[in-house]
């Protein structure tokens, strides 16, 4: 059972390049989110979805998109990439009302 | 707007001690409270989750206690082993149950000493 899989695992961009971060679980949850961590800022939520097909915004989705198009896959894409977005990456899955289950996260330094 | 707070500054412990870790909050009813720990590099691992209806929770060498009146729940580890050093971070759930988005704390860091 692999969980949550988060590729790649680090990414250097240069400002202005787009990218598009994976993330896919197994587990069959309806839940799916996108977090970054910063030093000193804790985990901040992106975009979430509560079911194929459906997403929404979080606390701070600003310079991001996301899509869900089947149920075991979150897209995280980042369409012109600032330095403001290095920061690390975790996705995660639920059931409602349980807890998470993290992917290991991408590591994306823009330069 | 909410505000979680753990203490940022790490805690040191001997082993075999109890280590106790705090999270308070405030402008918020969060239906429930989880608690994660993070080892560098890794994410988040889930260890337990208490709901507003609930006091207490143990799991093992680990409880969790939630004082809706007071805003905060204590996370205690008992007999700690210097394998429990790790960031421990505490999550809100949303008011009303309504979904199940997390606000996390940023974390306060547990180092037990041999």
């Known amino acids: 059972n692999a969980g949550v899989t988060q590729t790649p695992k680090f990414r250097v961009l240069k400002t202005g390049q787009s990218m598009t971060l994976l993330c896919a679980q197994d587990?069959?949850?309806?839940?799916m989110y996108w977090y970054r961590q910063d030093p000193g800022m804790g985990l901040r939520l992106i975009h979430y979805?509560?079911?194929?097909?459906?997403?929404a915004k979080g606390e701070v989705p600003d310079g991001y998109n996301v899509s869900r198009l089947k149920k075991q896959n979150f897209l995280l894409g980042l369409e012109s990439a600032a330095p403001s977005q290095t920061s690390v990456y975790f996705c995660?899955?639920?059931?409602?009302?349980?807890?998470?289950?993290f992917g290991s996260g991408t590591r994306l330094t823009v330069v | 707007s909410q505000k979680i707070e753990q203490n940022s500054e790490a805690l040191n412990i001997q082993e075999g001690k109890t280590a106790t870790l705090t999270c308070n909050y405030t402008?918020?009813?969060?239906?429930?409270l989880q608690w994660y720990r993070q080892d560098p590099g890794r994410g988040p691992v889930f260890l337990l989750l208490?709901?507003?209806?609930?006091k207490e929770k143990r799991k093992e060498r680990l409880k969790v206690t939630f004082d809706t009146t007071l805003k905060q729940s204590l996370f205690h580890i008992t007999a700690s082993q210097p394998a429990d050093s790790a960031t421990y971070l505490c999550?809100?759930?949303?008011?009303?149950?309504?979904?199940?988005?997390?606000?996390f704390g940023g974390g306060t860091r547990l180092m037990v000493k041999p």
């Open positions: 995660a899955s639920s059931l409602f009302n349980y807890g998470y289950t």
């Open positions: 587990m069959n949850h309806e839940y």
């Open positions: 208490i709901r507003e209806n609930e």
């Open positions: 999550a809100l759930g949303p008011e009303n149950n309504a979904g199940n988005m997390l606000t």
């Open positions: 402008n918020y009813s969060p239906a429930y």
């Open positions: 979805s509560v079911g194929e097909g459906t997403t």
